[in-house]
């Protein structure tokens, strides 16, 4: 299955475990969020963007015009490891990984969590590719995927045993967008991918047709 198969096999599966009543209000939240514009004002193809550093899961630094240096990156925003949109999302780039190389990228996933928290999520779905840690979301605060978690997720959230605050190390319940974007060598964005639907998630083959066009 492709990723965009595993999410609907997914979502058949939710609607079988999770309360009706939470399914609803988590639509409607995302329907809430979809409405005020945000995913709207993110930074778009064509824009230039600036060199960040960020520590991977293993506190090493790492920056975007070190990682230029040998090609486009393709850089995947994720909520966290305890997402399970997320996870299918990165299993499914870690399956595409060996063609995104060939095309000549180098593949980078970023969230929010600790550098500890991302070594779990790598370590869970046997990720071959550098996980970044963004404390804070500094760095998608300047892509503009920045949002917070709604008040009234908070308490289902809490019932699943889902503590954000501690894997992202700070009380803010901040959030990337899901996104993917590819950046150029000369760190123009060729292709950018922003969903404020937490279901909603790029296909990796389409970043693979992108980079080889």
């Given at each position: 299955?492709?990723?965009?198969?595993?999410?609907?096999?997914?979502?058949?599966?939710?609607?079988?475990?999770?309360?009706?009543?939470?399914?609803?209000?988590?639509?409607?939240?995302?329907?809430?969020?979809?409405?005020?514009?945000?995913?709207?004002?993110?930074?778009?193809?064509?824009?230039?963007?600036?060199?960040f550093a960020l520590p991977d899961q293993l506190g090493n630094e790492l920056s975007l015009d070190h990682?230029?240096?040998?090609?486009?990156?393709?850089?995947?925003?994720?909520?966290?490891?305890?997402?399970?949109?997320?996870?299918?999302?990165?299993?499914?780039?870690?399956?595409?990984?060996?063609?995104?190389?060939?095309?000549?990228?180098?593949?980078?996933?970023?969230?929010?969590?600790?550098?500890?928290?991302?070594?779990?999520?790598?370590?869970?779905?046997?990720?071959?590719?550098?996980?970044?840690?963004?404390?804070?979301?500094?760095v998608a605060k300047v892509f503009g995927l920045v949002f917070t978690l709604s008040e009234k997720l908070?308490?289902?959230?809490?019932?699943?045993?889902?503590?954000?605050?501690?894997?992202?190390?700070?009380?803010?319940?901040?959030?990337?967008?899901?996104?993917?974007?590819?950046?150029?060598?000369?760190?123009?964005?060729?292709?950018?991918?922003?969903?404020?639907?937490?279901?909603?998630?790029?296909?990796?083959?389409?970043?693979?047709?992108?980079?080889?066009k």
């Open positions: 299955m492709n990723l965009t198969e595993s999410i609907a096999a997914y979502e058949e599966a939710k609607k079988q475990k999770v309360p009706a009543d939470i399914l609803e209000l988590m639509a409607e939240v995302t329907q809430d969020l979809i409405a005020t514009g945000l995913a709207e004002q993110t930074t778009k193809e064509g824009a230039l963007v600036n060199n990682l230029l240096e040998q090609g486009p990156v393709v850089l995947s925003f994720y909520r966290g490891g305890w997402c399970p949109y997320c996870n299918l999302e990165l299993k499914a780039l870690q399956d595409k990984l060996p063609e995104i190389n060939a095309a000549g990228a180098t593949l980078v996933a970023i969230s929010p969590e600790t550098p500890d928290s991302a070594q779990d999520t790598k370590t869970a779905s046997d990720l071959s590719f550098t996980v970044l840690s963004d404390a804070g979301n500094n908070k308490p289902v959230y809490n019932k699943f045993g889902l503590d954000i605050p501690a894997r992202n190390g700070d009380q803010s319940w901040e959030l990337p967008f899901p996104a993917t974007f590819v950046i150029q060598p000369d760190k123009t964005v060729s292709l950018a991918f922003v969903s404020a639907d937490y279901t909603e998630r790029l296909e990796p083959q389409n970043i693979i047709d992108h980079l080889n």
